[in-house]
Nanobody, 125 residues
């Protein structure tokens, strides 16, 4: 399974950005999909996840209310709409897929079966 993220870039604080991830997974609808991020010098952290068969979502506290994760099972894509971006949101954002049969957010690194290469999001203050 390959994941390809796109849409990153430079944005001013308070601005918005949408990043997307395309996959070639044949059974995309059966994967939990998630976004993680990694800032310079920090560990990779969970951002948001979307349950595979239902519309359930989960967000880390720092982005809840500002970010929205969504998926299109026909196009096999997952997106992250990011509003009111802040400098602390600056990071490389990674698309991730989990084959777990359970839903116990937040997802951890150990829940992830496939990773995309990441897309850089930079927020200038």
């Amino acid at each position: 399974v390959q994941l390809q993220a796109s849409g990153g870039g430079l944005v001013q604080a308070g601005g918005s950005l949408r990043i997307s991830c395309a996959t070639n997974a044949r059974t995309f609808a059966f994967y939990h999909m998630a976004w993680f991020r990694q800032a310079p010098g920090k560990e990779r952290e969970f951002v948001a996840a979307l349950r595979r068969t239902e519309a359930s979502t989960y967000y880390t506290d720092s982005v809840r209310g500002r970010f929205t994760i969504s998926r299109d099972n026909l196009k096999k894509t997952v997106s992250l709409q990011m509003n009111n971006l802040q400098a602390e949101d600056t990071a490389v954002y990674y698309c991730a897929a989990s084959q777990s049969t359970t839903w116990s957010p937040p997802l951890t690194l150990y829940d992830i079966n496939y990773w995309g290469k990441g897309t850089q999001v930079t927020v200038s203050s």
